[in-house]
């Protein structure tokens, strides 16, 4: 049978409870043990909505409290490093939010001290799991698009009334690091060097922040805002291709959108988060041979052919709609024989840093900034 795995809970807000919770509850043999937050109100609904008993309201007590195996880290960003700092002096195994720090030298300690302490680490770049976007993914490590000409990668939150909204940490930087840029766009700088199998070198950035000032949710006061709203770069990978990236919360109307455009010299394809069953796609007919074309393209109004995602990558857990997530995907490569091996780890968080930080340098300096 296997090892039961004893997990504890930093930091139990909206993605504790909505992804990581879930997750670990889809795991056999997994067991959340103890959660920890500074809100008595979040560990409150842990206790009457999610059955944890042994709550805590700092980390470093419930370290030292509990044998624990795992830690979640779910805090605001501010919060990875010291907490995942403690949980390594304790042997504790680490899974991580996005982004993994505020600073590049914080995520590069965090790199050192997991690699030192032999911890297994991983980073909740969560969109790795879209069904569209593995076989996005799929198709890129074919090869059938040849060489690559364009990419462009955005990932936006764009509801309604955004003027208008409540400040809360995501406004801070220093709690948050960065805003839309960091926020959103980590997720969519992991995804396109894990699509292009290439690290970012080169980087150029413009940031803006629209609404300067807000009401602070929790104090019903008004703050300073001090990240960004929206954020676009221009970058170069380590093979020469060159790409677009736009981090935001700004997209009025659209809704949690992420779209990612490769074209190539064979092809092209153009994955959107909202469909996350189909992929457009424009190449040769030997490849689309080899999908279930939902809709065929090749005319004047609808040059791209949508392909509906294999039923092997979609991920979906039997008798549940819901699917797979990175962090069970985790739970696997933890369990497994022979040497820890996963990715998004570390040191894919410490790559996404360096870049986010190379931004903020090229922003100043008004210039292109080199990461090698
Ligand atoms: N992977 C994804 O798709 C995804 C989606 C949403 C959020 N996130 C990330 O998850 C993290 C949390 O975001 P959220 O939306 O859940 O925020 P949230 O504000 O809903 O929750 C954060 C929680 O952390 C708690 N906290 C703050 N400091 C703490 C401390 N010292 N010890 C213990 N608890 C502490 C807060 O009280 C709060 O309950 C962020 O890093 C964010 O970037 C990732």
Same mark, same amino acid.
């Given at each position: 049978?296997?090892?039961?795995?004893?997990?504890? !809970? $930093?930091?139990?807000?909206? $993605? *504790?409870?909505?992804?990581?919770?879930?997750?670990?509850?889809?795991?056999?043999? %997994?067991?959340?043990?103890?959660?920890?937050?500074?809100? @008595?109100?979040?560990?409150?609904?842990?206790?009457?909505?999610? =059955?944890? #008993?042994? !709550?805590?309201?700092?980390?470093? @007590?419930?370290?030292?409290?509990?044998?624990?195996?795992?830690v979640s880290i779910c805090t605001s960003n501010d919060m990875h490093y010291p907490a995942a700092m403690a949980a390594m002096e304790h042997g504790v195994d680490v899974y991580c939010e996005k982004p993994l720090a505020l600073t590049v030298s914080e995520a590069q300690?965090?790199? #050192? &001290?997991? #690699?030192?302490?032999?911890?297994?680490?991983? %980073?909740n770049f969560s969109h790795r799991r879209t069904p569209a976007a593995m076989l996005a993914k799929e198709i890129l490590?074919? +090869?059938? !698009?040849?060489? $690559?000409?364009?990419?462009? *990668? %955005?990932?936006?939150? =764009? =509801?309604?009334?955004?003027?208008?909204?409540?400040? &809360?940490?995501?406004?801070?930087?220093?709690?948050?690091?960065?805003?839309? !840029?960091?926020?959103?766009?980590?997720?969519?700088?992991?995804?396109?060097?894990?699509?292009? /199998?290439?690290? $970012?070198?080169e980087v150029t950035c413009r940031t803006r922040t629209f609404v300067p000032e807000r009401i602070a949710r929790d104090? +019903?006061?008004?703050?300073?805002?001090? &990240?960004?709203?929206? +954020?676009?770069?221009?970058?170069?990978?380590?093979? +020469? %291709?060159?790409g677009y990236i736009c981090g935001s919360y700004t997209f009025t109307g659209r809704g949690y959108d992420q779209r990612i455009e490769i074209f190539g010299q064979n092809g092209g394809l153009m994955y959107d988060q909202q469909h996350p069953y189909e992929l457009q796609v424009y190449l040769p007919q030997e490849v689309l041979s080899r999908y279930t074309i939902l809709r065929e393209g090749g005319t004047k109004d609808r040059p791209y052919t949508t392909l509906l995602v294999p039923e092997r990558l979609q991920g979906l857990i039997p008798g549940s709609p819901a699917r797979r997530t990175v962090l069970m995907d985790f739970i696997d490569a933890y369990r497994a024989e022979g040497p820890f091996?996963?990715?998004?780890?570390?040191?894919?968080?410490? /790559?996404?840093?360096?870049?986010?930080?190379?931004?903020?340098?090229?922003? #100043?300096?008004?210039?292109?900034?080199?990461?090698?």
């Open positions: 049978m296997a090892k039961r795995i004893r997990v504890g !809970l $930093i930091g139990a807000g909206g $993605i *504790a409870r909505g992804y990581h919770i879930p997750s670990y509850r889809r795991c056999e043999d %997994v067991e959340i043990v103890a959660a920890c937050d500074i809100s @008595e109100s979040a560990l409150e609904i842990l206790r009457t909505q999610f =059955g944890v #008993e042994r !709550l805590y309201t700092d980390y470093a @007590e419930m370290l030292a409290q509990e044998e624990l195996d795992l300690r965090m790199v #050192e &001290t997991a #690699e030192k302490k032999g911890i297994k680490t991983g %980073v490590d074919s +090869g059938a !698009l040849g060489e $690559i000409y364009y990419t462009s *990668a %955005v990932y936006a939150a =764009g =509801g309604t009334n955004y003027a208008s909204r409540p400040g &809360t940490w995501r406004n801070m930087r220093e709690k948050a690091g960065y805003g839309g !840029l960091g926020d959103m766009g980590s997720h969519i700088l992991d995804m396109m060097m894990w699509f292009l /199998k290439a690290d $970012i070198t104090t +019903g006061q008004p703050m300073r805002v001090t &990240t960004e709203d929206q +954020g676009m770069m221009l970058v170069t990978y380590s093979n +020469g %291709v060159m091996s996963f990715s998004p780890g570390f040191r894919e968080g410490l /790559k996404v840093q360096k870049v986010l930080e190379a931004g903020r340098r090229a922003e #100043e300096a008004r210039s292109w900034v080199s990461l090698t």
